[in-house]
């Protein structure tokens, strides 16, 4: 079955950085939209970023675009959110989902989420 493992969450201080790659398998990794989505402690789950198997178009939220960057290791099965100048704002558990063909409105399959901590 499809798995979904997230990495590379943890604290770090307002204006730092962090990676976080999600590693998928049991799957075809190249027909996959794979997505970042967030959700902090009382809110609900929002959409951070996502990327498109065929050319590796991403889109971002407003709120992360410029800072954030997604990208693709087709040969590792791995995509990964750089986050930048990260914002006490942006903390909250993320978590990597994925969509497979036929492509539906909602993710399918989603990992189990890594904590993301921007404190002073």
């Known amino acids: 079955q499809v798995q979904l493992v997230e990495s590379g969450g943890g604290l770090v201080q307002p204006g730092g950085s962090l990676r976080l790659s999600c590693t998928a398998s049991?799957?075809?990794?190249?027909?996959?939209?794979m997505g970042w989505f967030r959700q902090a402690p009382g809110k609900e789950r929002e959409f951070v970023a996502r990327i498109m198997p065929t050319d590796g178009d991403t889109l971002y939220r407003d709120s992360v675009n410029g800072r954030f960057t997604m990208s693709r290791d087709v040969a590792k099965n791995t995509v990964s959110l750089q986050m930048n100048n990260l914002r006490p704002e942006d903390t909250a558990v993320y978590f990597c989902?994925?969509?497979?063909?036929?492509?539906?409105?909602?993710?399918?399959?989603w990992g189990q989420g890594t904590q993301v901590t921007v404190s002073s």
């Open positions: 989902a994925a969509k497979t063909p036929p492509y539906s409105a909602e993710y399918k399959y």
């Open positions: 049991g799957v075809t990794f190249s027909t996959l939209i």
